[in-house]
């Protein structure tokens, strides 16, 4: 969603690198730059200009210390990133835990936010953290809400309390109180509310929602606004602010193609902190909002550190313990094993979306290069994995063409894919031979080219056995041959 925008923060930094020496001018051009960008990308006009004033002032303050550094656009660079963390939030907002259980989370949004979908990957957040929520369907005014969180509850695990059947029917104050009833009854330590929402901002909405607030008394009030809306996003928030009143922001369909940048408003103009991001339709594509990786992300430094816990998360660590073991004691990598790898990178999400994490792939060969990659190759290759027998995918010298034609016929693939496979992996293998031997890599062969997710094995031990000393070769001078030897 921040493509343009960090391309357009990427082009004035680095025309800073060029210059050597940094002087007013030079700060005045770059802010100038990094305002303009900031008001393209839908940042409210007040945020940019307190932005903007504000690295300027710093860059002119410190200009004399910065020039003294053999690498002044450093020194910007610093500035910009710390101002724009600070005007995402500064620090990370975490949940608030109620005193006595049950935490009541409420949900603000208007209809098309994805309120209900968000309730979902919230719940499904929360108990990845080993708690027991509960859903509770407070919107009986929409058509077939109800019915569709309890298909949402369903999908990620989570019992749903929903007593009326909605489409009008019911009391949504008396369905809240008696869902947080239920779950100090059944001891669920979280409640997620998912309240009506509307096509646009009302007094109905607002009277029931305060409603529910006052009967309620949420731990915490979370406004659920789509990232793609623009400038409209500002103006739902401070309507919500004004009418009921919340503690924090959810940002959903933040994967869009939109500008994006009044979701980087919301929290100057609100004073509230964004608390979450929904970043894809997956009920796993949700996290906390941290200010620094977003503002890294944005200045096109990736994001190393989501992108870790995300792999931490998908990888299973007795599956990394067995991996680390078996290279240690010098047995083949087998497809089996590169089967269980595959599986561990499908549950992180599209190869896209996790390259995109990593710093400088905000440039426009970089982009290219993404928008050319096949999430659908993973599924290809476990599917012809999955035609081969545990004996061939154990051993894959056995594989000869009648067993070859079989698995292609099993997968749905041509012959031609399953060799591609076959003859990439026996490379792999001795890539991994000879780095377990401390040969390291070959020459043309810095990777695993053509396998997804063999880039890198998690957990790999690093080898550091001593090679020995590289014979010198003797010289065809006698003379000298004879010096050299004594």
């Known amino acids: 969603m921040f493509d343009s925008l960090s391309a357009r923060f990427s082009s004035a930094l680095s025309s800073l690198r060029s210059r050597g020496r940094i002087g007013p001018g030079d700060i005045d051009e770059i802010v100038a730059e990094i305002r303009t960008a900031l008001v393209e990308s839908d940042v409210a006009l007040s945020v940019a200009d307190k932005l903007s ?3 300027k002032s710093l860059s002119l303050a410190s200009l004399e210390e910065i020039n003294k550094s053999t690498n002044p656009s450093n020194g910007i660079f610093e500035i910009v990133s710390a101002e724009l963390t600070k005007i995402l939030g500064g620090q990370t907002r975490r949940i608030r835990m109620a005193k006595k259980a049950p935490t009541v989370i409420m949900l603000l949004g208007l209809q098309g936010a994805g309120k209900t979908s968000l309730a979902g990957k919230l719940a499904l957040f929360l108990k990845n953290q080993g708690n027991t929520p509960l859903l509770v369907a407070a ?3 929409r058509p077939n809400a109800v019915n569709q969180l309890q298909q949402v509850g369903a999908s990620v695990g989570t019992p749903v309390f929903a007593p009326e059947p909605g489409n009008g029917v019911g009391d949504p104050v008396k369905v809240a109180l008696a869902g947080k009833k239920f779950a100090e009854d059944k001891l669920h330590n979280f409640v997620i509310v998912d309240t009506a929402g509307r096509l646009g901002v009302d007094a109905e909405l607002m009277t029931q929602a305060a409603k529910i607030r006052d009967a309620l008394k949420p731990d915490e009030i979370l406004l659920v606004v789509d990232a793609m809306l623009g400038q409209d996003a500002l103006r739902t928030a401070q309507a919500f602010l004004e009418g009921v009143g919340f503690d924090g922001v959810v940002l959903t369909k933040l994967d869009g193609d939109a500008r994006g940048g009044a979701a980087l408003s919301i929290l100057s103009l609100t004073n509230r902190p964004i608390m979450f991001a929904a970043t894809g339709e997956r009920p796993a594509d949700f996290s906390l909002f941290h200010p620094d990786r977003m503002a890294s992300r944005i200045l096109g430094l990736g994001d ?4 870790a816990e995300e792999a931490k998360a998908a990888l299973d660590p007795d599956l990394t313990k067995r991996f680390e073991e078996k290279f ?15 599986q561990a990178i499908k549950k992180m999400g599209s190869m896209t979306k996790m390259l995109g994490m990593l710093p400088g792939m905000n440039s ?3 982009k290219r290069q993404l928008a050319s990659i096949d999430d659908g190759e993973l599924v290809r290759t476990e599917a012809i994995i999955q035609s081969m027998t545990p004996t061939e995918r154990h051993d894959v010298k056995i594989l000869n063409g009648t067993r070859r034609a079989r698995i292609a016929n099993g997968a749905g693939r041509q012959v031609s894919e399953v060799n591609n496979l076959v003859d990439r992996f026996t490379a792999a293998q001795k890539v991994m031979r000879q780095m377990r031997n401390g ?7 810095s990777g695993m080219p053509g396998i997804p997710g063999m880039t890198g094995l998690a957990g790999m031990p690093k080898i550091n056995k001593q090679l020995p000393p590289k014979k010198k070769s003797k010289s065809g001078n006698p003379a000298k041959r004879a010096a050299e030897q004594g």
């Open 364 to 366: 426009g060969a970089m």
């Open 439 to 445: 040969g390291g890599l070959p020459p043309g062969m």
């Open 304 to 307: 190393i550190a989501t992108l």
């Open 139 to 141: 919107d009986l005014q």
């Open 328 to 342: 240690a004691s010098g047995d083949d990598f087998t497809l089996i094993d590169f089967l269980s790898q595959l």
């Open 53 to 55: 004033e504000s690295i």
